[in-house]
């Protein structure tokens, strides 16, 4: 590698394009997810205001055979059962949450309606009542609130028909048709009401499968996309990403070193042995150097044959001289790939900081120029250049 080379090696890459790639399908995800609640939405309102239209226009034909009350208490209750589907209603009872107290809701909700029909005698409708509010409830706390829904529709379809015969509604209210067609409805809304639970559970386990296999997905391209596919080690991106995050907790007590290492004889090994050699000699370099570092250091490969090693926790230029013997003896070994033996060796520079004001590109091109030093008077062993508070 030429000098001529080195001003254009140390620039910052752009922006990662698969993860915003993946930010652009996530919202389109978003908005698809937000057309379909809004649409559930519409059809629950629907099915609510024809079930008022429907309950008054019955209280008004009641209405003519007895007393007003029973329309008064439908125009009432029923504006009353619509604030209740509302989200901010639902969160209220809620505790400030949609997916809590799904028992106290479904009561309050069936309680209601029993109230709104019970005036009219006609309490073989409770259990049609008690599905359109599953339906609701389901819609905003998932399946987990079926069996409240279902119960809760049972309770009060009893209720009313206990009331009923109490006296509680009309005095010519028929009691014993009425206890068969409550009795025949509930048994299809009990059903009907298990069946949206079910169907509610198996779109909720979709949804996670859906959930955990984009997560898994996005781990893989923020992994490509600052990861080098060859050998592991970091990219140039994720190398900028590591330094940037070092650097900003940097302190006088606690240094950040970069040091800077080029393979060299690289060149000869891949064009006598091919570049399936020489991608495997990348591959076995890069793990000698990350079994040499520490937990908290970082390996990077930014260049054909050039790594770098992001050292934090670093005190002193006797730390990173260290730190770089280590890696330089660990590459002077022969490699023996896959049969084929071959030898290189690397130079070496870094450069230490101890302040957060130091720029990443100004850290690594002090640490490249040392490594130029280095391989400008073929250094390979003895005391490594490291340069101390790069400029700015």
Same mark, same amino acid.
Do not use: C
């Given at each position: ?72 208490? *439908? ?82 379809? !009893?209720?009313? *028909? ?215 008077? *073929?250094?390979?062993? !003895? ?10």
């Amino acid at each position: 590698m030429t000098r001529s080379d080195a001003p254009h090696r140390n620039e910052r890459p752009a922006a990662y394009d698969p993860l915003a790639t993946l930010a652009r399908l996530e919202r389109m995800a978003w908005l698809g997810g937000l057309a379909r609640r809004r649409a559930a939405a519409l059809a629950v309102t629907g099915t609510l205001a024809i079930a008022a239209v429907t309950a008054v226009l019955g209280a008004v034909l009641i209405a003519t055979d007895r007393a007003l009350a029973p329309l008064w208490t *439908q125009l009432l209750g029923w504006p009353l059962l619509y604030a209740l589907r509302s989200e901010p209603a639902q969160r209220l009872i809620g505790g400030g949450r949609l997916d809590n107290r799904v028992w106290l809701r479904a009561g309050i909700a069936n309680a209601v309606l029993l109230l709104v029909i019970l005036p009219t005698g006609l309490t073989f409708v409770l259990p049609m009542g008690g599905a359109m509010i599953a339906s609701v409830s389901i819609g905003w706390s998932g399946a987990r609130a079926w069996r409240a829904s279902a119960v809760s529709a049972a309770v009060t379809t !009893g209720i009313g *028909q206990l009331a009923l015969h109490l006296g509680a509604g009309p005095a010519d209210a028929p009691t014993e048709r009425s206890d068969i067609a409550a009795g025949v409805a509930l048994i299809l809304v009990l059903a009907t009401i298990a069946n949206m639970g079910m169907v509610a559970a198996r779109q909720e386990a979709d949804q996670s499968l859906l959930d955990a296999e984009r997560l898994a997905r996005q781990e893989e391209l923020r992994h490509a996309a600052t990861h080098d596919a060859l050998t592991a080690a970091l990219n140039r991106a994720g190398l900028y990403e590591r330094l940037d995050a070092a650097l900003a907790t940097a302190s006088p007590g606690s240094g950040v070193a970069a040091v800077y290492l080029d393979l060299d004889g690289f060149k000869p090994v891949n064009d006598r042995y091919g570049h399936a050699t020489g991608d495997r000699l990348l591959e076995v370099a890069a793990q000698r150097l990350a079994r040499v570092l520490r937990p908290q250091d970082a390996l990077a490969r930014v260049g054909g044959d050039e790594f770098v090693v992001v050292l934090v926790d670093v005190a002193t230029r006797a730390d990173v001289r260290a730190v770089a013997a280590r890696a330089a003896a660990a590459l002077s070994e022969p490699f023996n790939l896959d049969g084929t033996v071959v030898s290189v060796s690397a130079s070496v520079g870094a450069a230490l900081t101890h302040g957060p004001t130091t720029t990443s590109d100004a850290l690594l091109g002090e640490a490249d120029e040392a490594m130029y030093a280095a391989k400008g008077r *073929q250094v390979t062993a !003895g005391p490594l250049p490291v340069l101390d508070e790069p400029h700015r």
